[in-house]
């Protein structure tokens, strides 16, 4: 119903629908007249759900009309520019930033002497938890943006609590920097440092390390020389870091603690009671994030006088019980407003300092607090008008560190060890429930969740399982190590399991290996061989598409091998010969490939397990190549394809498309060292687009080579150079070896 106008104008033409004037629904819902008439012409924000469902009841609305009011609610609420934490994001400067003159003309200076390569290209920012460090580097990254043609980053280190790894950070920001998951699996971990410094050399950044925890977790993400310039914010000075610039922060002066609270208040707010101001300024220890705090208060309360405030404030005996810890003064200003919610908004921030990621959604409230995800939307909209959480561009909320340890000592205080311990329990099983429903959309014989789920979240589509398990990934792999950690040995193998066919589509997520040694080491406590042995190939499939370890993949085949004999699982040990045969042909041992792929292509057919007999007879294709037998892995795919377009066979789904996008692409391959080109190229065509129907990148690269490479031979140079230019946009997304191969080709062509 809602179209494109604006919640405003649809309440109104429901109103005058009814043929109700405002005072009339005003006494049919509740909700004033004036709030009624501000919110029809747009001058009030969008109110929250159970204002709007009064509002609906009021017009006695019908279920159709409801839905729309609701829906046009929803998409005119505000989308909040922030930076997301944890995540590396252009960073957003804090609009009625107030004061700091003498700072950020120390910090453009440093910008203006890190651009000739002279001056230094770290600034440390130190100073006491809510003195504004966060927001002085934002508002400098802001004004100075022009200055970086590199772009400007922030990563969120967490200092305070959880603080992040530096391993971690550094792919945060290599990752923001361009560079591919392909380019990271290949450098390892030992070498993300580097990379991140030479990329900061050659280009010109500025980059907002902040909430540092120590010289230790900063110190690998920091360049050598160049022109980019780091500010670094932590409360110590890090006085451990060489040759970096540093400027010690503290509280605001009372003029620009009283500025600041004008700016917020609006100047003729604050003009009324001037001597209150100042008093509520001092109260608040001209601490920016205090002064935000309670000047937040009083924009949301607007029946409340500043005088009001100041009187609240000048309660010594609750305010100095929060000054008793080392961070008092912030710890005084979450409390004000903590005391002013309601009992549900403030269970609701207790308990979300529970959720193990940088940001959550509302599902994780809905979860936490045992309500719907409308209910738990509306509760925790309330804590963002609080001040007390943050919402994002891309509608996730997240607890800033200080608050998330303000929230995690009030539930140790006012929640029972056995609720503390249930919610914690009802999250964890939630992530991992819904990561297994989740990753068997994938798996044949599962597919959609069953009739019986009630998931939180939709999980109607491989799209949606897919989004959710790369989105939700940092928060159910915590889940996981949580559940690893208390033997919850059912939940670790029953994860492993599920994963079994979506990480085909996610192979450089950089988890899998750690997943499946979870997995590995839950199904030996179970003292169960089958999951063992499971766990050891998929831990060996890992070390190969992923890590690049071929001789300890073997290793870890062979492992599996021995525990599927003890359990006497034939699929099992077919599948650890496979995984053998991957191995040792990476590892350039083409005999060994042959005669483990044909092994475990005899075993799978022994029992008549097909969909295992698709995989295994791809690997023993390509083995044969490799040894130069291509008329013979021919056959063999044709047989795969043969199978697959068969009336009667019942393996689909997500299986049947992956191997026969496989499939497709080995033909091609086989086709051209034939010399049959013509039909290479059909068969590499279509196999891109099974490719690109998959969502597998790295694929796409291998068969726009293939494509390319035929056209080359059947002299169509200049299609040949779009597709073999298309390899070279994928870039490090492909593998290594075939974007040098269409360089090369590229190169070879003339020019066009």
């Given at each position: ?107 453009k ?36 943006a ?28 290599l ?17 993300h ?5 030479a ?176 209910e ?61 429903v989740a990753?068997?959309?994938y ?70 290996s ?35 370890r ?80 291509t ?57 891109l ?22 056209l080359?031979?059947?002299?169509e ?36």
């Open positions: 119903m809602s179209g494109e106008k604006t919640y405003g104008a649809v309440l109104r033409a429901l109103r005058q629908q009814a043929r109700l004037t405002m005072e009339q629904l005003s006494e049919a819902s509740g909700v004033s007249v004036r709030a009624i008439g501000d919110m029809e012409r747009g001058r009030s924000r969008v109110p929250q759900r159970r204002t709007v469902v009064a509002l609906a009841d009021g017009l006695g609305l019908g279920e159709t009309q409801r839905d729309g009011l609701l829906a046009a609610s929803r998409a005119d609420r505000p989308a909040r520019a922030v930076a997301v934490a944890g995540t590396a994001v252009p960073p957003r400067s804090v609009r009625d930033f107030t004061g700091r003159g003498p700072q950020l003309a120390r910090l200076d440093m910008a203006e002497r890190s651009a000739t390569g002279d001056g230094v290209s770290v600034a440390v920012i130190s100073g006491p938890p809510g003195c504004g460090k966060t927001t002085l580097a934002l508002r400098a990254a802001s004004d100075l022009e200055d970086f043609p590199g772009g400007c980053f922030m990563v969120d280190l967490h200092g305070v609590d959880g603080a992040v790894d530096p391993g971690e950070a550094l792919l945060k920001l990752k923001a920097l361009g560079v591919s998951d392909r380019r990271l699996s290949q450098e390892g971990a030992a070498g440092a580097g990379l991140l410094r990329l900061l050399g050659e280009r010109r950044c500025l980059v907002v390390l902040d909430n540092a925890r120590d010289e230790g977790q900063v110190r690998p993400l920091l360049p050598s020389d160049g022109r980019s310039l780091v500010l670094v914010t932590s409360r110590r000075p890090l006085t451990g870091l060489e040759d970096v610039d540093r400027l010690a922060l503290e509280e605001m002066t009372q003029d620009e603690a009283v500025a600041l609270l004008c700016r917020i208040l609006g100047e003729e707010r604050a003009a009324a009671e001037p001597d209150a101001v100042a008093r509520v300024a001092e109260m608040c220890g001209r601490l920016p994030l205090a002064l935000r705090v309670a000047g937040n208060r009083l924009a949301i309360s607007a029946a409340w006088t500043v005088e009001h405030l100041a009187r609240r404030l000048a309660d010594e005996e609750r305010r100095l019980s929060a000054l008793t810890v080392d961070d008092v003064r912030v710890e005084a200003a979450f409390e004000l407003s903590y005391r002013e919610l309601t009992d549900a908004a403030a269970r609701m921030m207790r308990l979300l300092s529970l959720v193990p990621g940088p940001d959550m959604t509302a599902a994780y409230g809905a979860c936490l607090a045992e309500v719907d995800v409308f738990a939307e509306d509760v925790m909209e309330e804590l963002v008008e609080a001040g007390l959480l943050q919402a994002t561009v891309s509608g996730r909320y997240q607890l800033h560190d200080l608050l998330r340890l303000f929230a995690r000592g009030r539930l140790a205080r006012e929640e029972p060890p056995v609720e503390r311990r249930a919610a914690d329990d009802r999250l964890r099983a939630w992530l991992l429930d819904t990561a297994v990753g068997r959309w798996k044949p014989k599962y597919g959609a969740p069953p009739a019986t789920w009630r998931g939180i979240v939709p999980l109607e589509s491989t799209e949606d399982a897919r989004a959710w398990l790369q989105g939700e990934a940092p928060a159910w792999l915590a889940a996981l190590r949580s559940a690893a950690q208390r033997d919850e040995h059912l939940r670790v193998v029953e994860m492993g399991d599920a994963m079994e066919w979506f990480c085909n589509l996610w192979v450089f997520w950089g988890h899998w750690e997943l499946y040694e979870l997995a590995g080491h839950a199904a030996a406590a179970l003292d169960d061989p089958g999951m063992r042995a499971f766990s050891h190939n998929m831990h060996a499939w890992a070390l190969i598409a992923c890590d690049h071929y001789r300890e993949a073997i290793d870890q085949a062979e492992t599996g091998l021995r525990c599927a004999r003890l359990a006497g699982n034939v699929p099992q040990q077919a599948s650890a010969m496979s995984h053998a045969a991957v191995a040792h042909r990476k590892l350039g041992e083409a005999q060994e490939a042959v005669d483990k792929a044909r092994a475990s292509v005899e075993l799978y057919e022994g029992i008549g397990d097909r969909e295992g007999w698709l995989g295994a007879v791809v690997n023993l294709g390509s083995s044969l190549r490799f040894l130069g037998l008329s013979e892995a021919h056959a063999q795919n044709l047989r795969i394809i043969e199978f697959l377009d068969s009336p009667d066979q019942e393996v689909g789904g997500h299986l049947a498309a992956m191997v026969r996008a496989h499939t497709t692409y080995a033909l091609g391959l086989d086709l051209a060292v034939l010399g049959r080109w013509s039909e290479a190229l059909d068969r590499h065509r279509e196999a687009e099974r490719f690109r129907d998959l969502g597998m990148t790295h694929m796409q690269a291998s068969a726009l080579l293939g494509t390319g490479e035929a080359i031979e059947l002299g140079p200049d299609e040949a150079r779009s597709c073999l230019g298309g390899v070279l946009e994928l870039g490090d997304a492909a593998d290594a070896a075939v974007v040098s191969e269409a360089r090369k080709r590229l190169e070879a062509l003339p020019a066009g």
